[in-house]
């Protein structure tokens, strides 16, 4: 994408700015050049004088992949050199057809701290209605509201992309909606556990506005509205990897974040009594589960990914434009695989499948990175956006001291994997089956697989039946109703608009001349 304008460095004072035919209001020392892609609008605005005037808003970077929507404004004598500017910066915007023209927004009112709604309206709305963006806003009345309106009512067509206001709870909502409307219009059966996804057309944008929004933290690099909304306005497009899960062959949940059995799946089930408290049930619920410090036993099954996939533990983190998901396994390619795994289950009855058996204090499915503001580098650091896998974490049991030391280093830059009892596999598919405990004698309690601190899950006089001893599924945070889960990675069934984590800041300051053309005798200077 062509550089709009080149700049001089030189500050022009009041005398010489008759000089220049067309320039910037309060001309300091830093000049910049603004990529095409990253001007949001031009409006004709009124200066102090009353002199008609236009402004640029372009995106601007601050800190930790923040962008901010700033502005400059022309002033000429020559009002028809001015014009020609507008007119070909608006050309060059019409050409860019990702952008979103209209769109359907989702506001959950109770999710985080319950400012979703006031967040939209405050921060977002406005930059919408100054990139021209048509938005439909739907504020829901009940869980699931926009799931089911995604799914039989809202007009798709109409739209280019839905908007989730709230955390990863609301975010799977939307992705739910979408995804089983895109299906039932494709006439899929998505019960069928390798039945081929149709991707979904429309982009999703998030706003975060709840308690962890881990997807909007991995994939923009940061929990903040308006840079949010700036990818949405720009049009970015972010593919992702997408889990089915399913129980015995029927359908139970799609999955983006984590999928996490033991430590998170009691933490979440703890922390859904606590809702009132906002994000800090999460650390509420952490400690007791963290004193609680259970185990549960199960049989772990894995297919692993291809050598090209890399590996959780090869530090290759997944950036924007990250090569390793640019390779997206074609239907073809699906087809051969399916029939080479096949031709070696009939060898070995097991089709490259790995079995892991024993106690674990935590099972923890990453298909993303799970950066969130709580744990920067996330569960699995090296975890891809959309490259068809997804990062199985196998904490076995160990001491409370050892889980912590493990728990730390998801807060520093320390590999979290580098213990004894903790093994990581990258995986396309995997299934789980609890240990079925048989009813067990009060003997047995001493050797009961589920251990407490807090909540005994026996009192002295009872037996302890198989269903204490087992924990639950958290899926993007939404407690599971089964324990034997079959889960399937979906490569890149959905898309952002977000780009993923920029490598580095990009400079703003360029000193290099315009490469696109722009009208004779301007000179550019941008207002800081
Ligand atoms: C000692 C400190 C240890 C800190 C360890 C932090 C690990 C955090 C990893 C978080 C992964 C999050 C994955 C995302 C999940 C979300 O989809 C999902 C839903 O999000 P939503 O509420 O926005 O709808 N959120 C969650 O599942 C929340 C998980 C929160 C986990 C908090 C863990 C706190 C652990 C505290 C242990 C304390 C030990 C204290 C010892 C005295
Ligand atoms: N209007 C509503 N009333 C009650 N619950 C809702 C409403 N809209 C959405 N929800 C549900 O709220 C839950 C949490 O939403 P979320 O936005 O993820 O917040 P948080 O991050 O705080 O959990 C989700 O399960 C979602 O289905
Ligand atoms: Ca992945």
Redo the contacts with the bound molecule.
Sequence with gaps: MGRFFSSTKKSVSEESREDLPCMAEGLASHSHAIQVCEIVAVHKTKDDDSKETRKIFYISRTRQHQWRCDDVTFHSANQGLCEQWIQVINEQLSLLTNRPKSLLV?I??????RR?RRIYEQKVAPLFRRACILADVI?????????DHLKTEANLDKYDGVV??????????ILHGLITRTQTDNKVDHNQPDAELVPCSLHIGIIP?????CICFATVGTNDPVTSALHIIVGDSQPMDVCSVHHNDSFLRYSVSLLGYGFYGDILTDSEKK?WL??ARYDLSGVKTFLSHNYYEGRISFLPAKNNNGDPRDKLQCLSGCRICQHKPSSTDTQWEMSEEKEKSDKDGMGGWSVITGKFIAINAASMSCACPRSPQGLSPSAHLADGTTDLILVRKCSRLNFLRHLLRHTNKEDQFDHSFVEVHRVRKFRFQPRQHELVSLEDLSQSPKKTGFSPICSAQTTCNHSTSHSSWTCD??ILPNVAIQVSVQCQLIRLFARGIEEQQQKCVLEDPCTLSAPEQSTYQSVD
């Design positions: 989702y959950n009112p109770y999710g985080g701290k979703g504020v829901t009345e009940r869980a699931n509201h926009a799931r989730c206001v709230g955390g990863d709870g609301m975010f799977s909502e506005a709840g308690s962890t929004d809702r906002g994000p945070g939404e």
